[in-house]
């Protein structure tokens, strides 16, 4: 698909904007930040992060967005979620390591291993991933949809976290082709009326309401709300993705994950030239690769065959 130079920029701060938002949370991961606190890409916090450097979101991101960038299907996704697993990772999630901790051969292995797990299974840990998935399906908002879904349930059985990283992605195409975040309510609007029943209150809460109305931000639902919130109250800033990241930041909780979150949809909507450039200079993390490589990996995902 071609895209004017505006929409290039916007696509290559969707992987860059979860990259810097989940680096800035870092080192604040579980903790509630005085509003006197400088918020800064400071590293250390619980897994003692180097300045810059990204956590599982982004490690986990990119695994999808590699398989992506080579054309690859939900087999090759899993395939990388399991040689990162292998390389011993400091921070996976519960979740994520229960599944990731079972010999699975193929995507769809992987998926009923995350369908047998009983208890809580709606963390997230899936929605933290989900957008590169925006990426290779600009043009496709259906398939965009299904593969969120798809890719989703490869860890994530619970059927919020499916949605979650539906409307996510399909607001992070959206943003990207168009540069407003009414993708959000376009997905809405066209949901099962189930699915839009569920949703668009808690969308309303995230506008109207604060963190502690949804404080559990490592269940998926809060952790979409605290990103929703982070971006509305910070739209009308002279720098609404920086703004944001910082609201993610000192809402608390899971800040690194709601950060990356709400990063990849700032990042679609005002473009890899609005991240700062003290961030962009240092972000980096596994498997070694520094903002260049996610401005590559966007380039290449745009011109794959999409995934099957």
């Not at 400088?38 to 991101?61: H, L, Q, Y």
């Not at 949809?145 to 994530?156: V, W």
């Not at 990063?263 to 609005?274: I, M, N, Q, T, Y």
Request: proline share 6%; glycine share 10%.
């Amino acid at each position: 698909m071609h895209l004017t130079d505006v929409q290039h920029d916007r696509a290559r701060g969707v992987l860059l904007g979860t990259a810097v938002g989940d680096a800035l949370g870092a080192g604040y991961e579980f903790g509630y930040p005085t509003p006197e606190t400088t918020i800064a890409m400071i590293g250390g916090g619980t897994f003692d992060w180097a300045p810059g450097e990204w956590t599982d979101d982004t490690s986990m991101a990119l695994c999808v967005a590699r398989a992506l960038e080579q054309g690859g299907d939900v087999d090759d996704i899993a395939a990388h979620f399991r040689d990162w697993f292998a390389q011993n990772p400091p921070d996976v999630g519960n979740q994520t390591r229960l599944v990731l901790s079972r010999p699975t051969r193929d995507g769809a292995d992987m998926t009923a291993v995350a369908a047998s797990l009983s208890g809580r299974t709606g963390g997230n840990g899936s929605l933290m991933r989900t957008a590169p998935v925006a990426l290779a399906y600009l043009d496709d908002p259906a398939g965009c949809r299904d593969a969120a879904a798809r890719i989703s349930a490869l860890t994530h059985s619970d059927p919020r976290a499916g949605q979650a990283c539906q409307l996510w992605s399909h607001a992070i195409r959206y943003a990207v082709l168009n540069s407003t975040y009414d993708g959000v309510t376009e997905f809405l609007d066209d949901a099962d009326p189930d699915v839009r029943d569920f949703w668009q209150p808690l969308i309303h809460q995230a506008q109207e309401g604060e963190p502690a109305d949804f404080p559990n931000n490592g269940w998926v639902v809060h952790a979409l709300q605290t990103a929703w919130w982070a971006i509305h109250r910070s739209a009308d800033s002279d720098r609404p993705l920086p703004a944001a990241l910082e609201s993610c930041v000192r809402a608390g909780g899971d800040t690194d994950t709601t950060a990356a979150i709400a990063g990849g949809l700032l990042g679609a909507r005002w473009g890899a030239s609005a991240v700062p450039s003290d961030w962009r200079d240092i972000v980096h993390g596994y498997p070694g690769f520094r903002a260049d490589d996610l401005d590559r990996i966007t380039s290449n995902i745009i011109a794959a065959k999409d995934i099957s």
